[in-house]
């Protein structure tokens, strides 16, 4: 991609649309790119017909009542029409730019081998507001990006980006979670994505340490009937603004009326409108602004939370500087059994503020998927003790190639044994298979062994089995 920057105001031509774009992801395979990308049709809803600077003053009002519960009966942002693009075997050295707005322009292909003429590429367009429709492919021919103008993507920040957003507090954000003590962990099967759901002993989830689902060319390996208990409202945590940790609110919409807590972090079209169908929808965006905060939770309800209190939830800004490493981790110490989880979306472990300190380390998901680990980066190491659990979350046949090999090896070499894998090893539990479709459920960690399944899992209809 060229650094020269353009003001996109110019028509296309016409049977070419111009969008605005912001890249989410990029995993790069035997020399070609998979490039994700949020984007927003430059002339859709708000922005026809008017100057991008009195649609940026609109939306920052718009913003400020929304978060102050003054939401007004038009929705300004369902105007827009956004997509989230999948660009398959792009070039590496294409010269993505995380920070910066892109600007496009693409026309349809009336099928998959109308011929695109280099250096065009062809892009997946996905409507993640309609995951059933995701598997009807709409392709199109997508020149070579640029970046937008300066002046162009401080306003789209003011549109898009979560710098309208007030902080929530310490105590705001300890406030949304249940006092109850957890029982398990449930890696919940979602295709390629990641859901971890923690759960009480009567077997209600409690937190979601994301909700994700396989999107785009991984939508094939998305469940038939994904959905999630809701049944006690649990509270969201999102690890990083990525559409394979949240892309499962759009198959559940009753998670939009939880209260989310997620990273500060650039994001762009679809995330904002997300965040904006969880306000609309009755629940809460608390956006995390702090270092790390605990969460008190007990068997009991009487006496004081502290008083009472024999687990301790922390909730920590991991200290990268990506969006997969500067995102939220979650670690749960129980300080009766003397053990502890550790949850990670896809940041590297070396920025998990935790990853070094935590005493009796009993249960880990596997970063990103079982992606191939940063240079210097490292699991934690497996305790020397009985009950071991490391959880993989991928999807069978995925377009990313995950687990990587040299991934499983890194665990391997530090004490996670996988003899046996997959789907379960001595001590790793995955939802799926890799190389066959053998088995795919969720699958249940504890504390000190096996869990049993609990009485409200066996009976709720929102979520898959166990095993």
Sequence with gaps: MTSRSVDATSAPAADEERFFARVEAIDEIDGQATVVLDVVRSDSGPFSGRRLVDVSREAADYWAKAFSGRLAIDDF????????VVL???PPDYGWQFERWLTFTARRLAAAGDAVIAPALVGEFIRPEKPSDDDVEDLRSVSPPVLASAAQGALLDRIFDMSAWPSATAAEIAAAFDWRALSQVISIDVGQGSA?????????PRVYFDVGAGFGPNKRTVPVGLSFCTCKRPVVVLSHWDTDHLHGARYEPKLLKSQWVVPRQLIGPTHARLANSVLRAGGKVLTFDIERTEVALSPRAWGS????ATQTLFLERCTGRTKNDSGLSVAVWDRV????????????????PSASSLQGLCVLSASHHGAALG?????PAAPAMGYLRLLYSFGFENAFHHPRDVAVQAHENV???HA???PQGVDVLATTTPNAPQQRNAVAAGWLRRPNLPRHLASCQQLAPLR
């Design 77 to 84: 942002l369902d105007g827009f029409e956004t997509y989230i």
């Design 305 to 308: 939370r502290a008083s009472r």
């Design 420 to 422: 046996g894998a997959w």
């Design 415 to 417: 004490g996670w044994r």
């Design 88 to 90: 398959q075997n792009s």
């Design 375 to 379: 240079v210097g980066d490292s699991p």
């Design 196 to 204: 971890l759901a923690m759960v009480d002993s009567s077997g209600h």
């Design 337 to 352: 059994r003397e053990r502890a989880w550790l949850l990670v979306g896809d940041a590297g472990y070396r920025y998990l």
